[in-house]
């Protein structure tokens, strides 16, 4: 079996099917982990189960834009080749749509930690993860309490938080200024001290198990009578009869090659890795006033999160990092470094928030992509349920919410 993409999705299903028994060739135009997968969050974000349209969103969407404290983002002259996504997008802003996606999204993400422990027990990946707290972090009660939709959804899920508030909030955690009033903690969580080199260690352990890397550009699918034959790169051709495409948001293209036009765009994400930080956050912690997760790493601390509009094409913007940079001063004072990193990276986004898992229209040839912002969380858990439907053992949830011919 091939497979194409070395993130945490596509590394992932590749060790299962080793694991099942399966040969597994793994092809990717840059080294595991390297690409989307290392520059997330890094939290194993179970509770993450519910999307971005929310009913309210359509409301509150222009004001968004047009506030420059809000982390929304959009290069207007992108807006053109973004529309037909975006109205697509906004038609599940509404309870109905968004209960649906809520309940198709647990089934991926509620049991995180546990999935990828069970991935990477044994490995050399394992030492880089770590178990505890998930924080919310709020300036007041009020502001939690906005998000009653949001938690009611989690609560259904099964997340029901812990607040903190008052002066209690810095003896939770020290690092949140006077500006956190009120902190929602969810146990039970975790996260990966070093998502990309998380990934490659779980490659490396691939290669281990018999899997075999291939460093290559994957061109187009060579068919016959609708039944997948091999996959063309750049460095020729592999053959096989079995393909699982696991590119994130480059997906798109390649499906375009088999007649799906995918209504995938990116949302483009950043963060700010401070390096060698003193007075960061004890556990991954999302700052709701600037919606993104403030997470210790390896490195120092990583503050990633902002959402932009704008393409694969064009470079990084400065008004997301300026932004980022504002929020994090607010409600982490006391952080220290000694350097910055910043990155730029793509979130795949299907217009329904839900991934595509499944054979496709071509016989032999099955998804594994469009995680929108839960890909680490939920790319362990994607990957065994594929591995076994490939394998002959069928998983016990219902995956027609992710079938990739919904899209037909």
């Not at 401070?274 to 210790?296: C, D, L, R, W, Y």
């Not at 839960?374 to 949830?397: D, W, Y």
Request: aromatic share 6%; hydrophobic share 40%; proline share 7%.
């Amino acid at each position: 079996m091939v497979i194409v993409g070395a993130g945490i999705v596509g590394v992932s299903t590749g060790i299962w099917l080793r694991r099942m028994g399966a040969e597994v060739t793994l092809i990717d135009r840059g080294a595991p982990g390297q690409g989307t997968s290392y520059g997330n969050a890094g939290v194993l974000a179970a509770c993450s189960m519910v999307p971005v349209t929310g009913p309210s969103l359509l409301r509150k969407a222009p004001a968004m834009l047009a506030n420059p404290d809000v982390p929304l983002f959009l290069r207007w002259s992108y807006l053109p080749k973004l529309a037909p996504w975006l109205i697509r997008y906004m038609r599940n802003a509404n309870d109905g749509d968004t209960r649906r996606i809520a309940r198709g999204l647990t089934q991926i993400v509620g049991d995180s930690v546990a999935q990828h422990r069970a991935l990477s027990d044994g490995t050399r990946a394992a030492a880089l993860m770590r178990e505890g707290d998930y924080v919310f972090a709020y300036p007041d009660r009020a502001a939690f309490d906005a998000e009653h939709y949001t938690w009611e959804l989690r609560r259904d899920a099964g997340f029901v938080p812990e607040l903190i508030e008052g002066a209690d909030v810095q003896d939770y955690d020290p690092a949140l200024g006077p500006a956190i009033t009120c902190v929602a903690r969810l146990p039970d969580h975790g996260h990966i001290r070093d998502p990309g080199g998380y990934v490659a260690a779980l490659a490396a352990d691939l290669v281990d198990l018999g899997g075999r890397m291939v460093q290559a550009e994957v061109r187009d699918f060579d068919l016959v009578d609708g039944i997948l034959r091999a996959v063309d790169t750049d460095q020729g051709r592999l053959p096989c009869d079995c393909a699982v495409l696991a590119t994130g948001v480059w997906s798109r293209r390649l499906m375009a090659k088999i007649g799906l036009n995918i209504p995938l765009e990116t949302e483009r994400g950043y963060h700010i890795l401070f390096e060698n930080a003193e007075g960061g956050p004890q556990h991954p912690t999302m700052i709701s006033s600037g919606k993104f997760v403030a997470t210790p790493m390896e490195r120092g601390v990583r503050c990633a999160g902002i959402l932009e509009f704008g393409g694969l094409e064009a470079g990084p913007s400065q008004a997301p990092l300026a932004l980022l940079r504002r929020h994090v001063a607010a409600a982490l004072p006391h952080l220290k470094a000694t350097g910055e990193e910043e990155w730029l990276g793509h979130r795949p986004a299907p217009s329904d928030s839900l991934p595509l898992i499944g054979e496709t229209t071509v016989k032999g040839l099955h998804t594994a992509f469009g995680h929108h912002h839960i890909g680490l969380t939920g790319g362990p858990k994607t990957g065994r349920l594929l591995a076994g439907m490939l394998t002959g053992h069928p998983p016990n949830i219902d995956m027609s919410p992710y079938d990739p011919r919904r899209f037909r």
